[in-house]
């Protein structure tokens, strides 16, 4: 039978949608109801990841795209339900964004991989011990190195940054302190003082002529023929040492730095 009606198509159920869609993949008015009517799989999947360091937003739209793949692939011939085949490809989905996404750092994967091993391993040995493992402990559950253990315990940092706006520590005096605050800043002020330091170096190798035309230019802003009426001489000389303490300037700066 042929249903050409986008009404017509609402009123059949997931098996028949399937069905059709299944005889014809072209069908895209098929294909956006069956999305419809299973975004409640993508939404319950979505949640279950919620407070991991990423929006539910994007989690959603993972899985969403996710269940749009399993819907592409879903043989309705093989006889189980659709939602047995699509949750383990949405929740594999929503896991590979975690690994390769999410993480702060480029940590590599073999890293990525034992740290969440490291994590169930936690959970067993605090379960069977009573306590929290050590590092070594957990490297001789999982057979491998402390090395690696501490290696994947520390990269593990990378997965969700820690608020610069944290406090920095539990010491009473430190509560108001946040980490941002203890992050260092450039000094601006040093390159300042260095300046300084190498132009008073620099006015000591003027006369003193000289030095009346710098402080006169540089200093007091006063213009050359104001600087050449103070001084008794004639503008032409001012402008003629200026150029002159200009270009000593250059020479001696560029050996300085």
């Known amino acids: 039978m042929n249903l050409t009606s986008e009404k017509e198509y609402e009123k059949m159920d997931v098996k028949e949608l399937f069905k059709v869609f299944s005889e014809d993949k072209s069908n895209t ?3 956006n109801i069956l999305i ?43 006889g189980f339900e659709f939602s047995s085949f699509a949750t383990p490809t949405i929740v594999g989905e929503i896991k590979k964004y975690f690994r390769d996404k999410v993480w702060t750092l480029r940590v590599p994967r073999r ?18 011990n009573k306590k929290s493992p050590r590092p070594k402990e957990i490297a001789e559950y999982l057979g491998v190195t402390e090395e690696d253990v501490l290696e994947a315990m520390e990269a593990a940092y990378g997965y969700q940054p820690v608020s610069l706006d944290m406090p920095s520590g539990e ?21 300042e003082i260095e300046q300084r ?26 213009t050359q023929s104001a600087i050449a009426d103070d001084i008794g001489i004639s503008q032409m000389t001012v402008s003629r ?3 002159k303490i200009i270009e000593k300037l250059k020479k001696e700066y560029n050996k300085a730095v």
């Open 197 to 222: 330091d190498f132009l008073e170096q620099f006015m000591k190798t003027l006369n003193e002529l000289e030095v009346k035309i710098v402080i006169g230019r540089f200093f007091d802003n006063k």
């Open 171 to 191: 010491e009473s005096e430190e509560k108001d302190i946040t980490l941002g605050d203890k992050i260092g800043t450039e000094e601006t002020r040093f390159g």
């Open 29 to 31: 008015v098929v294909r």
């Open 36 to 78: 419809e009517k299973h975004l409640y799989l993508a939404k319950i999947l979505s949640k279950k990841y919620i407070n991991k360091g990423v929006d539910y937003e994007d989690i959603f739209q993972v899985a969403s795209l996710a269940l749009i793949y399993a819907i592409d692939r879903y043989d309705i011939s093989k």
């Open 111 to 128: 890293i990525q991989e034992l740290s969440k091993k490291i994590s169930n391993a936690k959970i067993q040995l605090e379960q069977d």
């Open 241 to 243: 040492l200026e150029k």
